[in-house]
Nanobody
Framework: VQLVESGGGMVQPGESLVLSCQAA????????MRWARQGPGKGPEWVAA????????MYPDSTKGRFTISRDNARNTVTLQMSHLKPEDTGLYYC??????????WGQGTQVTVSS
């Protein structure tokens, strides 16, 4: 399994970022996918989920209305568009297969830091 995340960075509160996850080594087209994050001193938290077809998405209250997850099954990618970022969004972001525990990281993740 290979999951390579990219797109993180340091931004100010209220700004936006787009994260991307490139998948390989498993049946991506039939897998539910999630984005998760782990903030400093915190446990893993899911921030968005998408079904295999890309037709259904879910978000926790903390990201609903600000984050948008999408996928491209032709390119084996999952994207997370983040807007109106807050300092509490700071953390290491990574993509997770639906069949894995939330804390499973197949890749390095990508760091997002929101600070003024």
């Amino acid at each position: 399994v290979q999951l390579v995340e990219s797109g993180g960075g340091m931004v100010q509160p209220g700004e936006s970022l787009v994260l991307s996850c490139q998948a390989a080594g498993f049946s991506f087209q039939t897998s539910h996918m999630r984005w998760a994050r782990q903030g400093p001193g915190k446990g893993p938290e899911w921030v968005a989920a998408v079904n295999p077809a890309g037709s259904s998405t879910m978000y926790p209250d903390s990201t609903k209305g600000r984050f948008t997850i999408s996928r491209d099954n032709a390119r084996n990618t999952v994207t997370l568009q983040m807007s109106h970022l807050k300092p509490e969004d700071t953390g290491l972001y990574y993509c997770v297969r639906g069949q894995d525990d939330l804390g499973t990281r197949w890749g390095q993740g990508t760091q997002v830091t929101v600070s003024s």
